[in-house]
Structures are given as C-alpha cells and as structure tokens.
C-alpha cells in the first residue's frame, strides 16, 4: 500500500474520529454552560441518526476493516444505540466492488497462470461483493461451472493501517469520555475475526467440516472447495443457483412452505452451535440459499466459530431454561456461559431472566425462540452495563438474531425446542 | 404449613385451571445440590408431588367415573418394557472400573429427554366438543388444555424459581458422581438420535379432524413413554443408591424416587383421557362416525410396536457406539467389555402389543 494511500486513510479516519466527537460532546458542552435541561430522546435519536450515516458514509467510501467494524457494531444491539444498529446494517450489502482488471491481476498472481489456462470462462461481472473479497461466476476447463472468491489486493495492508488507526482512535475516545464504550474488546474480537476471514485456506478448511457435519443429510448443500484452485487469497468452490432464502414469493412460488424453510435453516443452526460446537457464523441472508427441491445451500464460511468443549449444552440449557420458563436454570446457564457482574450479583442475572420471559403474553412461548427474545437480552444488558457478556455467546447470538430475522420476513417462526429434538406437538 | 391433598370426592368432577395447577404449601422444600426443585415434604417428612392438591382427587374421580359407566382403564402391559442398556450391572462394572462416561451421558440425555416432555404444552387441544358424540363435561379430556398439559410442562422441565424433573435427574447424577463433566457429545448424540426419527409417518386417520388425530396420537406416545419409564426409574434408584458406585446413595436414590412419584398423575391422567376416547365415538370430516376405541387401540398398537423394538436398539447403539473408547479409561478395556458383554440380558420384544387393531 502506498505511504500516501496510508496516509490519507488515517487522515480520513481521523476527520470522522474528530467530527463525531465534536458532534456529540461540542452540544454538551453548550448545554452545560447555558444550564439548559437534558435532550430529550427525539434529539438523543437525531444525534445518534447523523452520526451512523457519516460512518456509513465513510465506511463505503474507505471499505477495509471500517466495514467491517461497522458490521460488527450492526449485530452489538447490546453495547449500541439501534439507530447505529439499523443504519449500519446497509453495510452488509451496499459494498462497491473492484474493476475486473484488479480482480483478474489477484487470481493470475496467486494461482500462477493465465486466466485462460485455468478456466474456461470467468464473468467480469462479480455476483457478489463483501468487504474483502468478491465473487464471480466462473467455468473450469473441464467443463464445472464454479465461483471464484478473490480477496482484495492489499487488502491484509489495508486492514493493518485500519486497525491500527481505530485502536488509535479507541484510545484517544477513551481518554476523553469519562464513560466510554467498551469499544477496544470489540475492537480485539473483529481482529480476530478478520484474521481468520483473511485465511482462505482456513475458509476451505470450515467448508469441508461442515459439510461432514451434514453428510447425512440430503436438505442440506454446503458447494464443494476445489482445492487445488485455492489458496490464502483465492478460493474457487463449486457454483450453486438457488433463491435467496427471504424470498417468500420465490419460494412459494416453487412449491415450497416458508415455514419448513425456517425450520430446516434453525435445525442446521442448532446443529452446528449446539452440537458440533462449530459453525459457519454469518448467516445473513446473502449467504443462505434454497434449491428449488427445498434444499439449503449455505455459503461463505470466512467467519466460522469454534466454540469451547461443553460450550453447546450451556446454550442448550439457556435457550431451553427459557423456552420452559425456568428463571432458576436461565440464571445458571448465565453463569455457566460466562456472563459475569461487576458487582457479582446475581439478581441481575434474574431481573435479565425475567424480562426476558415477559415476553411471553401467554405462558408459553411454543418453542419459538424470537427475535424479540433476542432483543430484549441485548436491551437488558446493554440497559445494565454491570453484565459483561462472554464474546462467544456474542457470535452465536448474532447467528439467532438473524435467524429470527429472517424467519420474521418469511412471516413464519422456527421452533427451536423441535429444532432441538423436543418436537413437533400435536 | 403444608396442605393437604384434597380428601376424594369422586362427585366433584370439574376443576379451574388454578386448582390442577395448585401445588399448596410444604413443610419443607426440596432442595439438592443448591438447586431449588419442585415438590416437598409434609410435617412427617413424606415428599409430596408438585400440583397435586387437586390434580390427584380429579384424576381419581374421572377414573370412578369411567368405572360407574361401565368403561374400562386401559392398561399398558408392563411385560412389553424393554429393559435399559446398560442394565444396573453392567453399569456398575462401569463405574467401578473408571468408566463413567457412558453412565454421565445416559443420565444426562434421560434429564433432557424428561424435560423435552414439557413441549406437551403446545399440544393443541382442538374444539373436542364438536368432534365427539357423547357429552365430554366433567371428563380428563375437558381438562387437557385448562391444566393438565400446563401441570405435566412443569412438573417434567421445571417453572419460574423451581426445577422440574430435568433438573432433578441433573441433581441425582450430580450428588451420585460428584458433578461429573458432562461428555462433549451428549448433545450431537441426542440430534443424532432426531435424525433417525426419518419423515413423519402418514396419517393412520385421514378421516378424522387432524389437529384430534395429532393430539390422540401425541397422548398415545406420551402414554407409552411415562408407562416404559418405569424401568429407567428402577434403573436409576438401583444404580444411583448404590454405596459402591454412588457418592450420595441415599439422596441421589431418593431423587430418582420422588420423580417417579411424580410421573405418577402423568400416567393416571394420560390413560384416563385415552379411556374416555376409547368409550366414545368420533366425529370425521365427512360427518361419518368412528370408534374411539379403534382408534385409540391403533394408535397405541403403532407407538408400542415401534417403541419396543426401536428403544432397545437405539439406545444400544448409542452406547456402544462410544462403549470401546471410553473403556480405554479402565486397567485392561479388552477383559473388561468381554465382561460387560456377559451381564447383557436378552431382550426379545413381544409378537402381540394387546392393541392390535383386529382385536379392537
């Protein structure tokens, strides 16, 4: 990367580091020296509005670890204002992508031939773009219609200066709000993350473990790696078509019953998180297709999650302590998963518990894990900022606030406890 | 104070939702391993089941009821039980030789398959009234959806502060093997278990009302498995009250004992609705009618024979499949499954289930 480009990256974090500081403390400041009463929450909601666009703005613009950030801070409903939550969500599908001439440049210098002698056909147009990599549609010599994934050239550059501004800019923050955000642990967990989703190899490597998983399973289609065609920066795997999973009309269209979608896509969930203890960790709708036989195709496993031995029966415990009402065995899953007090009080832990199963009008929640149940833990906690919530159990709620999304769009609800092997009632 | 149990009065045969619900106060709570359970003890130190005030005096008098009418209780013949693997001996040579994991993962997937019986609460219960002939007022069937089910979720999964039987068989394994580390699999093995179940099986009743069809045939398998659990709750209190193999005999063996008392009502109320259908006609779809009694009766004849011939192996299979693994924990694993091996009883299910549709 070039010490100009660097340059101006940094310059350009630090303009929107400086502007949103000034934009949320200058007000402050004015209103304490005037004695003028509190914002009211319309004006806390403006405030927190402009701010999520000049990120988003900036994000798009800069692309690299911002998107990234601005992804993670999307699925931090517990740590972030939902104003921040909604606006940057459009991150996960609004990414520009790169000429095909730097697209062709990548694959040829990492695979160490021709486009020509490799494959037969490679579509400039990409299908998709993220924000490290894209993907095109492809056809190897052999005649299997594939697609490429292809990391951004300097992209491993780019996200290191990134990185190091935000943590620069973290630090700076935080020296200068007397209650910040925690923002340098989230900081340390995308790290983490964007080094695995940088190792394609590893990416492979996922692919193939969760495809063992469902082996078994015929509804089930996770595209094959070629891995002789890959490598950190490239991968090319088997080309799958289908309908985007939230297409209700598509798939009703086909014949298909929405309602079983979300229950095969919550029972390959569970499956994974509960009993495998691995599992591909973004499933936004981008990444989870459906064949016309009513098969589900899961793509990109860059973000894929090895959870701690054991670590699936405490979430089966949580989530089945909650499905049956039971405050008493939610508080100890708490516990067991690693969710932590300040004060090391566990009547948090209950007043959590409890909100949560207010949710429930009825008495029963009918196995159905919703994305409202999801939501009013991540309001409770970030409402009582005494709880530290273990990163773990953040990856794997993310993965069930965005099944409970898009069951919400499917107008259906999975039932977890059948998902689970509890089920069906009559 | 503790509140005694409804003196019977077989007269009294309809009962609010809050009275099948209504556990009463104890004289002391039931409390193991810091884990606040259902249930208690009276002032002379008997445990008393959870909601059974008024559950216990309903059940009994719909049972008169069925006697006063002529009816009969139906019965699930115990001989058809397949027996539990590994059986009381060859779990304890297990655990006297080190190896404890099959014996943690079996008591832990029996706790998660007891509180799975919660789902019983989101049976749906359709309007019974319209789809049978005889009158249903003061009947376990007008019950099922104003308390029963709500009792049994409770009683097997636990409610709110207090834990119900999943908690409780965690508790009795926890006091009998000192909180032993669950085995990492346990839960892949229980989704391995769903994957086998296959596609849903076509309607043997297409001419019934479906939402009725599902809820007969839910009671039918709910039926047979609190009636098959009998032999895993004679497992449990023999292996669990144990000294040579139990840390806490005497607690963990008591555990096992009050849920089995507590599984009790379940049977009672389950086979008391099934009777009552069985005593009366059904309405179909197409304004006909059938015999509560052939449909019943085939019911129970499909759950019995699946479930007598499917438990033992699956559950085997289970076992084993992991059996020579954890063996390697013991001094000389080859000696020792040939040991095992030679405790196994044999077990072949019966020809008939006594529900045979021919004989309805």
């Known amino acids: ?426 | 104070m503790t509140t005694a149990v409804q003196p019977f009065d077989s007269s009294r045969l309809t009962f609010s939702e809050a009275e099948i619900l209504d556990s009463g106060a104890y004289d002391t709570l039931l409390i193991a391993g810091g884990v606040r359970c259902h249930g208690g003890f009276d002032a002379n130190g008997a445990y008393r089941s959870p909601r059974t005030v008024h559950r216990g005096p309903a059940v009994a008098a719909w049972q008169a009821r069925l006697a006063r009418e002529g009816s009969e209780l139906l019965e699930i013949p115990r001989a058809l039980m397949p027996p539990q693997y590994p059986n009381v001996a060859q779990a304890k040579l297990l655990l006297k030789n080190g190896v404890r994991d099959p014996i943690v993962r079996t008591l832990t997937i029996i706790s998660i398959v007891e509180g799975f019986g919660a789902v019983i609460r989101d049976v749906r219960v359709p309007k019974l009234g319209e789809l049978v002939v005889e009158p249903l007022e003061g009947t376990a069937l007008d019950h099922l959806g104003r308390g029963l089910f709500e009792a049994h979720a409770r009683d097997e999964a636990g409610w709110r502060e207090e834990g119900g039987h999943k908690q409780m068989w965690e508790a009795a394994r926890d006091l009998a093997l000192e909180k032993p580390k669950i085995p990492a699999d346990v839960m892949a093995r229980m989704m391995g278990r769903t994957g086998r179940r296959g596609a849903a099986p076509e309607r043997p009743f297409p001419m019934l009302d479906e939402t009725l069809e599902r809820m007969l045939a839910m009671l039918a398998q709910v039926l047979v498995v609190e009636v098959f659990a009998e032999g895993t709750f004679d497992w449990g209190v023999r292996l669990l009250s144990d000294p040579e193999v139990s840390a806490a005999p005497k607690e963990a063996g008591d555990m096992v004992r009050n849920i089995r008392s507590d599984e009790s009502p379940h049977v009672e109320y389950l086979r008391t609705a099934l009777s009552e259908v069985r005593a009366r006609t059904l309405r179909t779809v197409d304004g006909k009618t059938i015999a509560g009694r052939t449909v019943v009766d085939a019911l129970l004849h499909r759950v019995l024979h699946a479930v007598t011939r499917d438990r033992p192996r699956d559950q085997r299979e289970d076992v084993r499949s992991s059996l020579s693994e954890a063996m390697q924990a013991a001094p000389n694993p080859a000696a020792l499954l040939e040991q095992f091996d030679a405790l196994e009883a044999s077990f072949t299910p019966p020809e008939r289930t006594g529900f045979e549709p021919l004989a309805a």
Request: net charge neutral; charged share 25%.
């Open chain 1, 1 to 426: 990367m070039h010490p100009i480009a660097r340059l101006r990256r940094t310059a350009r974090v630090g303009t929107l580091a400086a502007r949103l500081w000034a934009h949320y403390k200058l007000p402050e400041y004015w209103r304490k020296l005037l004695g003028r009463p509190e914002p009211d929450e319309a004006t806390k909601r403006r405030r927190h509005e402009i701010a999520a666009s000049w990120i988003l703005a900036c994000a798009l613009e800069m692309r690299g670890v911002i998107i990234k950030m601005c992804q993670a801070i999307a699925t931090r409903a517990d740590v972030f204002p939902p104003e921040f939550v909604e606006e940057l969500k459009k991150c996960h599908d609004a990414v520009p992508a790169k000429p095909f001439e730097v697209v062709r440049a990548a694959v040829e210098s990492e695979l160490g031939k021709p486009l020509g002698a490799l494959f037969a056909e490679f579509s400039e147009r990409p299908i998709a773009s993220a924000s490290l990599a894209q993907v095109h549609a492809a056809r190897l010599l052999s005649g299997e219609e594939v697609a490429v994934k292809v990391q951004y050239p300097d992209i491993e550059d780019i996200v290191r200066t990134d990185l190091r501004n935000m943590e620069r800019a973290c630090r700076i923050y935080e020296r200068f709000d007397p209650q910040p955000l925690e923002l340098l642990p989230l900081l340390r967990e995308l790290t983490t993350h964007i080094g695995m989703e940088l190792d394609m190899r590893r990416e492979a490597q996922s692919a193939d473990r969760v495809r063992a998983l469902f082996a078994d399973d015929p509804r089930v289609w996770i595209p094959r790696v070629h891995h002789g065609l890959s490598t950190t920066r490239v991968m090319v795997m088997e080309r799958v078509s289908g309908m985007k999973v939230t297409d209700k009309a598509a798939l009703e269209a086909a014949g298909l019953d929405p309602a079983d979608v979300v229950q095969d896509l919550m029972r390959v969930y569970v499956r994974m998180i509960l009993a495998a203890g691995f599992f591909q960790a973004d499933p936004h709708p981008g990444n989870l297709m459906v064949t016309r036989e009513g098969r589900l195709i899961v793509l990109d496993f860059g973000l894929s999650k090895e959870l701690p031995d054991g670590y699936g029966l405490g979430l089966f415990e949580l989530m089945f302590s909650m499905m049956t009402m039971n405050e008493s065995a939610m508080i100890r899953a708490f516990i067991e998963l690693g969710f932590e007090t300040k004060t090391g009080d566990r009547n948090t832990f209950m007043l959590i518990a409890r909100r949560m199963l207010s949710r429930s009008r009825t008495g029963t929640f009918e196995g159905e894990f919703t994305e409202e149940m999801t939501d009013e833990l991540f309001e409770a906690i970030r409402e009582d900022p005494v709880v530290r919530v273990p990163s773990d159990f953040v990856l794997v709620g993310r993965v069930f606030s965005f099944l409970s999304g898009i069951a919400h769009t499917l107008g259906s609800r999975a039932n977890v406890l059948s998902a689970m092997g509890a089920g069906p009632p009559g």
